[in-house]
T-cell receptor, first 114, second 113 residues
Framework: AQSVAQPEDQVNVAEGNPLTVKCTYS??????LFWYVQYPNRGLQFLLK??????LVKGSYGFEAEFNKSQTSFHLKKPSALVSDSALYFC????????????FGAGTRLTVKP | NAGVTQTPKFQVLKTGQSMTLQCAQD?????MSWYRQDPGMGLRLIHY???????DQGEVPNGYNVSRSTTEDFPLRLLSAAPSQTSVYFC????????????FGEGSWLTVV
């Protein structure tokens, strides 16, 4: 069965600095990988996905993520953090076609300080 | 488009009471689902539906029922509320079962006392 881990509960960065939110996964076959963001008292919003192709995928709000098959990682990155990026970030993985097989990480709270 | 709409946003229940969380989407999505979100545990799938008249259990289905009489609506029923069901509930949908973008509602905060 697929699983995903976000090793950091909390990430703090200063505005303008690069940020990284880490994610590792475990699947038997080829992974479908996703990042979602949750702002306070809101639902999750889709940021980006990796299905196949280029290992570096670009998404909304200037975020990008790098798929690394050998390290089974899919870290979320942004070159220059904004205070408005402060939110809860979820990594998710599914192995096959079905969204009912999607597994979400526990989430990482990103705080960007001015 | 309103997207995925959930009601109520907040609810307090007494142990043993029943209630229904409503979910509607206006995007003509085939796939709908319910998740619960608990601190440190991410989102866990309760029930899902791949189309009107078809529902199935997810990871944590006990204590919950669902039905899908129309494409638009997917209500979640708590049969006899327990404190362990205190959580934030999210309804979500995607165009098809394998749709690569899942759309979430804004959540329903449920407290069972």
């Amino acid at each position: 069965a697929q699983s995903v881990a976000q090793p950091e509960d909390q990430v703090n960065v200063a505005e303008g600095n690069p940020l990284t939110v880490k994610c590792t996964y475990s699947v038997s076959g080829n992974p479908y990988l996703f990042w979602y963001v949750q702002y306070p008292n809101r639902g999750l919003q889709f940021l980006l996905k990796y299905i196949t192709g280029d290992n570096l995928v670009k998404g909304s709000y200037g975020f990008e993520a790098e798929f690394n098959k050998s390290q089974t990682s899919f870290h979320l990155k942004k070159p220059s953090a904004l205070v408005s990026d402060s939110a809860l970030y979820f990594c998710a993985v599914r192995e096959g076609y079905n969204n009912n097989d999607m597994r979400f990480g526990a989430g990482t709270r990103l705080t960007v300080k001015p | 488009n309103a997207g995925v709409t959930q009601t109520p946003k907040f609810q307090v229940l007494k142990t043993g009471q029943s209630m229904t969380l409503q979910c509607a989407q206006d995007m003509n999505h085939e796939y709908m689902s319910w998740y619960r979100q608990d601190p440190g545990m991410g989102l866990r799938l309760i029930h899902y539906s791949v189309g009107a008249g078809i529902t199935d259990q997810g990871e944590v289905p006990n204590g919950y029922n669902v039905s899908r009489s129309t494409t638009e609506d997917f209500p979640l029923r708590l049969l006899s509320a327990a404190p362990s069901q205190t959580s934030v509930y999210f309804c979500a949908s995607s165009l098809v079962r394998g749709g690569n973008t899942i759309y979430f509602g804004e959540g329903s905060w449920l407290t069972v006392v």
